[in-house]
């Protein structure tokens, strides 16, 4: 069985997830980017905050904000140069640039280059350092916080706007959106959110490694994305919930994990196009019919 | 000098094989075909098992590429013809062709081992040496180029003079349109999957055999490159994916013998990439087939 520690740990991993993946669901499932370097900016936000804290000796609190500036920066300018690409180009673009983030990275030693930043400091409040079971705690409060954001944005004139240019980008520009500056914002909010997941792992492991933040992990995201179901508030939650409990759930099959992960992704693709929890996917229709029955 | 020349013309005939497949059933299906790696990995395998058995380096060269196109023929048919019906969006349908990689590799693990696999000697010193202009190049190094010239010529020939490669050409440009005045849009994707595939299988043989070392993850390496081939190629054309790996395969031969710190590869093609598509955002030529 599951320890309850274990439990705690699988909570602030999902958390930590979710926030990627809520981030992710604004660049793709609201405005319908096909973005498939989400990875590197997380690992943007966790580089930044490893080194503001390890070798500048800032604390938790100043670390988190200024690395998902700083995500979102690199975000902004990658969206300069790519949104004037079209649909699979950008997807190509993003992936190059995930390469070329990982490669710089593995590739300086300031930032540890191919060994990755270990010892980072846990956060304090008081002199107390909040690790292992409270740490959960301290994931489901930041975490809490980005969702209600999500949703409030979701709902905003550019959340109503981002949908809109996901159904028809010249339609949407017809009707008086700045298309292009509309994306940029979708890009740079949503690198935000993964900078900001990016520094809350790294202050839970206390290490990364330019391994976090390859391309395989910007799949992981994608997919568990597309599983939860894109452009809702609980398709990412149920993606990321579903994304960390993954390994778990397959623990008696743990030498073909892989093998089942990617026939996963095909069949998924293949009979739930929408997601479990997606806009217009039969369970949700259903589960809505059943809270309005009630 | 010309000893760069040589070694980045068979460099580039590797990427010629496996983006020219890419860029074709990006052409007609409008996939961004991941799997096309595993397809890559399956021929160099294959290959190599049926070399182990006969000993004869044509035949084992021949069965790589026709089970590649098997592999290739099976994804097109299984997977992407049924995803291509439903109508998903483009990134599931991106994100079935990963799983499809995903998958396969791990099943290369279970079927061949999790190790580096190789041949017991080496098949690209196995027929002698060219000495030309105090060049020395293997004839293998000879015979893949000239192998490599006569797939793009016979693919012109294909795609310019036959009817099937017009049908192809068509369904490229539009597939509604090339079904409303008779062309069978199933047959024509079931013609490039077979293509692509045979290229593929081809591509990963001889890769295989020239650098003596096969692994689940050949395919990466492949399927980066192909992608920043492509693209900087533009989307779909194949003499702008042959016109990208031969620019890229020289870039890399020299940025190799210049800089003596080993990158990988898919830091020359990238950044290339990026700087490109800033630049031109449409890739190097422009249009079709």
Partial sequence: MVSPEYLLTLISFSCISLMSLLGLNIILGYTGQPWLGHAAFFGVGAYTSAILTKVYGLSFWAAFPLSMCMASLIGLSVGFICLRLKEDFLAIATIALNFVIQGIISLTPQLGGALGIGGVPPPQILNYSITYSHYSVLALVICLLFLFVHIKLSHSWAGLAWKAIAGDDLVANVMGINVVRLRLVAVGIGCAYAGASGSLYVHFTGFIHPIDLGFDQSILMVAALVFGGCGTTAGPTLGAVFATFFPELFRFASEYRLLIYGILLVLLVKYLPQGVLGAGSGVRAYLQRVVKGK | ?289
């Avoid at chain 2, 483009?90 to 693990?109: E, L, P, T, W």
């Avoid at chain 2, 692509?196 to 490159?225: H, K, P």
């Avoid at chain 2, 990238?270 to 030529?285: A, E, K, M």
């Fill in chain 2, 1 to 289: 000098m010309l000893q760069y020349l040589i070694n980045g013309l068979v460099l580039s005939s590797f990427y010629i094989l496996i983006a020219v497949g890419l860029t074709l059933i990006y052409g007609v299906m409008k996939i961004l075909h991941i799997a096309h790696g595993a397809v890559y990995a399956v021929g160099a395998y294959v290959s190599l098992e049926t070399f182990l058995l006969t000993h004869d380096v044509i035949l084992s060269l021949i069965v790589g590429s026709c089970v590649g196109c098997l592999a290739s023929l099976a994804i097109q048919g299984v997977v992407y013809e049924r995803l291509l019906a439903t109508g998903a969006s483009r990134v599931s349908v991106v994100v079935a062709s990963i799983g499809i990689y995903i998958a396969m590799k791990d099943a290369f693990r279970l079927l061949f081992g999790p190790y580096t696999l190789s041949y017991p000697m080496l098949i690209a010193n196995l027929f002698g040496k060219i000495e030309l202009f105090t060049t020395i190049f293997t004839v293998y190094q000879a015979s893949v180029i000239l192998s490599v010239i006569s797939v793009i010529l016979g693919l012109w020939f294909f795609l310019n003079k036959t009817k099937e490669g017009l049908a192809l050409k068509a369904t490229a440009q539009d597939a509604e349109m090339s079904s409303a005045v008779g062309i069978n849009v199933r047959r024509v994707r079931v013609v490039t999957s077979l293509i692509c595939g045979l290229l593929a299988g081809y591509a990963g043989s001889v890769v295989g055999m020239y650098y003596n070392t096969i692994e689940r993850s050949m395919g990466d390496l492949a399927i980066n490159q192909g992608l920043a081939i492509i693209v900087l190629g533009g989307m779909g054309s194949v003499l702008g994916a042959v016109v990208a790996s031969l620019i890229l395969g020289m870039a890399e031969t020299v940025t190799v013998a210049l800089i003596p710190q080993p990158i990988p590869p898919y830091l020359i093609s990238f950044p290339l990439l990026i700087l490109i598509l800033v630049l031109r955002p449409t890739g190097l030529l422009k249009g079709r087939s």
